[in-house]
């Protein structure tokens, strides 16, 4: 139990601790501060298992920093890709999407990327690890195991809204695509090559009725937080309805 409470521990901080570098980085761009993360909590665990990965096998192993830097790698990128694959399988989205940067696999992973994670990898082997470790083993036993428990629920907790929100966000936006499917059907002759157009104009419809402004306003927070942290977010059978939302409740956001 003492074990499995103190890599839990681990999980989480490194977890924290690349919530804070993508949100960081993803703040500075939108110049506004974005909460990036699959949960909303402030935890990236793609992150943390990654560290993790790294730890078990690269830690008090090897100081060979080209060893480090291409194992840590080759381990982070892995779990980022299985990572992607799941999300994609699991919710039929793509949350990220590197198709645009060169050298990228199918995507999910890309060069850029897998540089920083080397990096990181380095950094967290030589110096963040031995320090978090230090920490660590100068808690007592009883705080360990106390932490991880109620932390553990805290995140499962988080998971459940999380994914329960994600599943009742598929079914509405069923619904919405549905109608704008219908909207465009109508306008078939003169919705040739203009579709983007049509996606403005649809608020301007019979089909923007009260019941899909209800669906568009469900969830708004969680769907704000999605859209400004995974901006590449593109479901693979609702995008066009989720583009409307994401367009409109954004819009309305920066308004109000």
């Known amino acids: 139990m003492l074990i499995l409470s103190k890599y839990f521990l681990w999980l989480i901080t490194y977890s924290f601790l690349g919530w804070v570098y993508e949100s960081a980085i993803c703040s500075i761009s939108e110049r506004s501060f974005v909460n990036r993360g699959f949960l909303n909590g402030p935890v990236c665990p793609v992150y943390g298992f990654g560290a993790l990965a790294s730890i078990f096998i690269l830690d008090q192993r090897t100081d060979n920093i080209i060893n480090l ?11 980022e890709y299985i990572t992607a694959l ?3 399988k699991l919710f039929h989205a793509k949350w990220w999407d590197y198709s645009r940067n060169r050298f990228n696999f199918q995507g999910r992973v890309c060069l850029l990327g897998a540089v920083v994670f080397g990096i990181l990898s380095v950094l967290l082997i030589k110096y963040i690890h031995p320090f978090v470790r230090g920490l660590t083993n100068q808690l007592p036993d009883w705080s ?6 109620f932390i553990c629920l805290v995140v499962m907790l ?12 598929n079914g509405r936006l069923e619904e919405i695509q549905s109608a704008f499917n219908c909207f465009v059907k ?8 203009l579709k983007n157009t049509l996606l403005d104009k649809f608020e ?7 019941r899909i402004k209800k ?4 969830g708004r927070f969680q769907n704000i937080r999605l859209a400004r942290a995974f901006p590449k977010l593109r479901p693979l059978k609702y995008n066009d309805a989720w583009q409307k939302l994401k367009s409109i409740l954004l819009n309305t956001n920066k308004n109000s």
């Open 69 to 79: 830097f291409f194992v840590g790698m080759f381990l982070s990128c892995t779990v």
């Open 86 to 88: 799941l999300l994609e």
């Open 186 to 193: 109508q306008y078939a002759k003169r919705a040739e090559g």
């Open 215 to 218: 669906l568009i306003n469900l």
């Open 158 to 169: 988080d998971l459940y809204i999380t994914v329960r929100h994600l599943l009742l966000l």
């Open 144 to 149: 360990l195991i106390v932490s991880a428990i």
């Open 204 to 210: 301007e419809s019979e089909f923007y009725n009260e």
